[in-house]
């Protein structure tokens, strides 16, 4: 499985906002954006000046895959899939990131970022309908029933990710046995997708 492997606050830091890539130390004072509100490296300051049209649908296509944890080879198939279905592309696109399974294991509050939903996917601690999946990328369906299993449900940290996390389930997810099964009740449409990304702009870019 290709993952990143670099600094995680320097995502953060090159978009300039808040990804919430590491759980709790996004809402702590710990977080780098806080303390160093600009793009790293030597020349970090001077990237805060405002970017052409082609930089601004850069950085928004670069802060969408940050944000799902995806590399460029996955994101672009993605967009030909969502390009090729009817409806709006760009929110086309959003759907097929949100029914990832590791996403779905983050919006159910099982993990405190999606890296950590990957682990714990990879790790064959979910279950969908039935049958152990290990592949993060795994897409949901509407009435799949995604749960958990039973050496996971002991897991401390998981417990605490359910009693503690704040966010709220999705609409198009129903949760079941005290939280411990999710059932995917319909596919996301864009007024249920939380994430701050400008779709338009990745379609913009991904067009030329």
Same mark, same amino acid.
């Given at each position: 499985?290709?993952?990143?492997? /670099?600094?995680?606050?320097?995502?953060?830091?090159?978009?300039?906002?808040?990804?919430?890539?590491?759980?709790?130390?996004? !809402?702590?004072?710990?977080?780098?954006?806080?303390?160093?509100?600009?793009?790293?490296? !030597?020349?970090?300051?001077?990237?805060?000046?405002?970017?052409?049209?082609?930089?601004?649908?850069?950085? =928004?296509?670069?802060?969408?895959?940050?944000?799902?944890?995806?590399? =460029?080879?996955?994101?672009?198939?993605?967009?030909? !899939?969502?390009?090729?279905?009817? /409806?709006?592309?760009?929110? @086309?696109?959003?759907?097929?990131?949100?029914?990832?399974?590791?996403?779905?294991?983050?919006?159910?509050?099982?993990?405190?970022?999606?890296?950590?939903?990957?682990?714990?996917?990879?790790? /064959?601690? +979910?279950?969908? @309908?039935?049958?152990?999946?290990?592949?993060?990328?795994?897409?949901?369906?509407?009435?799949?029933? +995604?749960?958990?299993?039973?050496?996971?449900?002991?897991?401390?940290?998981?417990?605490?990710?359910?009693?503690?996390?704040?966010?709220?389930?999705?609409?198009?997810? !129903?949760?079941?046995?005290? /939280?411990?099964?999710? @059932?995917?009740? +319909?596919?996301?449409?864009?007024?249920?997708?939380?994430?701050?990304?400008?779709?338009?702009?990745?379609?913009?870019?991904?067009?030329?």
């Amino acid at each position: 499985m290709a993952r990143y492997t /670099g600094p995680i606050c320097r995502l953060c830091r090159r978009e300039k906002i808040k990804l919430f890539l590491k759980g709790a130390k996004c !809402e702590s004072p710990k977080c780098p954006v806080e303390k160093r509100p600009y793009p790293p490296g !030597e020349h970090g300051r001077d990237r805060m000046r405002q970017g052409s049209e082609y930089m601004l649908q850069l950085r =928004e296509k670069q802060k969408a895959r940050r944000i799902y944890g995806i590399l =460029e080879v996955q994101f672009r198939n993605l967009y030909e !899939e969502a390009n090729r279905q009817s /409806g709006i592309t760009g929110e @086309n696109l959003l759907k097929l990131l949100e029914l990832r399974l590791d996403n779905v294991c983050y919006r159910s509050r099982w993990s405190a970022s999606r890296s950590q939903a990957r682990q714990l996917v990879s790790h /064959g601690h +979910v279950l969908v @309908n039935g049958r152990r999946v290990t592949i993060p990328s795994f897409r949901t369906k509407p009435g799949d029933v +995604v749960t958990l299993t039973d050496a996971a449900r002991d897991q401390i940290v998981i417990r605490q990710n359910l009693d503690l996390m704040d966010r709220s389930l999705p609409a198009w997810l !129903e949760s079941a046995e005290s /939280g411990y099964q999710i @059932n995917v009740r +319909v596919a996301p449409v864009r007024e249920q997708i939380d994430t701050d990304v400008k779709e338009q702009l990745i379609v913009e870019l991904y067009s030329k």
